[in-house]
């Protein structure tokens, strides 16, 4: 079951002509959006945290199921939740890394699944830190 999310803004009218109301529009700080993406990455970061929950909430029954509703093959499904194998710092890192103005994305899933593979945190780190270098990133910071 899906839950819708609510928002909350000051709305303003102005009169128009005769009895008619005329939305005034303003400048929201929610509306200014960076340029460029979100990285694949990222999007895929977010999608196997989802994922997650929807399993351990039951609301999915296990990663088959996901792959049906998904149309995509078990082994995909596999692929994207193998991120969450990834240290908590990295995740957190792949989730907030910078919008990509033009061009590809830097950092791609392939470039992470050898790291995902490692079950080592600190190897896992080093690994990462060097990807990042290699691909000349720098990983934006959740402030």
Do not use: C
């Amino acid at each position: 079951m899906t839950r819708g999310i609510t928002i909350t803004s000051a709305v303003h009218f102005r009169h128009g002509r005769g009895r008619r109301k005329v939305l005034e529009r303003g400048e929201s700080p929610a509306t200014t959006v960076e340029p460029g993406s979100v990285p694949h990455v990222s999007r895929l970061m977010a999608l196997a945290l989802r994922l997650e929950r929807l399993v351990k909430d039951g609301e999915v029954a296990d990663y088959a199921d996901l792959a049906r509703l998904g149309h995509v093959t078990r082994a995909r499904v596999t692929q994207i939740m193998n991120l969450l194998n990834l240290a908590p710092d990295i995740q957190e890192e792949i989730l907030f890394l910078p919008r990509t103005g033009k061009g590809r994305d830097p950092i791609r899933e392939r470039h992470l699944r050898p790291i995902a593979a490692v079950l080592d945190w600190r190897k896992q780190r080093r690994m990462w830190k060097a990807l990042l270098a290699d691909q000349q990133v720098t990983a934006g910071s959740a402030d």
